[in-house]
C-alpha cells in the first residue's frame, strides 16, 4: 500500500512563508495527479493546487499567485511552497495522489497556522 507523508506545517506571521512537502512511498510518476487540499473545522475540504503528470498545474482562485506546487521525482516528493501566507489560509493541509492502479490516497495532514 502507497502512502503520503506530509510534513513542513507550522505557525507562521501574515506575510510569511512556509513549504510543505509530500512524499510518496513508492514511485511519483505512478500518479497521473497529485494535489494539495486543505480543510477548515465545520468546512469542506477544498482542492489547492493539483500537478499533473505531465507537469502541468492548477490552482484555486484563492492562491493563485502565492503558491506554488511542483515536485521532485528524485526524491518521490511533491511540495507547496506558501507566500505571503494570510491568516485565511490557515487549515490543515493534505496531500492526494490519484493513481490508475491503486486509486485515491491521502496523507494525514499537516497543520498550517497564519496568525500574529
Known amino acids: 500500500q502507497v502512502q503520503l507523508v506530509e510534513s513542513g506545517g507550522g505557525w507562521v506571521q501574515p506575510g510569511g512563508s512556509l513549504r510543505l512537502s509530500c512524499t510518496t512511498s513508492?514511485?511519483?510518476?505512478?500518479?497521473?495527479?497529485m494535489s494539495w487540499h486543505r480543510q477548515v473545522p465545520g468546512m469542506q475540504r477544498e482542492m489547492v493546487a493539483t500537478?499533473?503528470?505531465?507537469?502541468?498545474?492548477y490552482y484555486a482562485d484563492s492562491v493563485e499567485g502565492r503558491f506554488a506546487v511542483s515536485r521532485d521525482t528524485s526524491k518521490n516528493t511533491m511540495y507547496l511552497q506558501m507566500n505571503s501566507l494570510q491568516p485565511m489560509d490557515t487549515a490543515v493541509y493534505y496531500c492526494?495522489?490519484?493513481?490508475?492502479?491503486?486509486?485515491?490516497?491521502w496523507g494525514q495532514g499537516t497543520q498550517v497556522t497564519v496568525s500574529s
Open positions: 500537478i499533473k503528470y505531465g507537469g502541468s498545474t
Open positions: 513508492g514511485d511519483i510518476l505512478q500518479f497521473y495527479a
Open positions: 492526494n495522489g490519484k493513481a490508475y492502479r491503486i486509486g485515491e490516497t
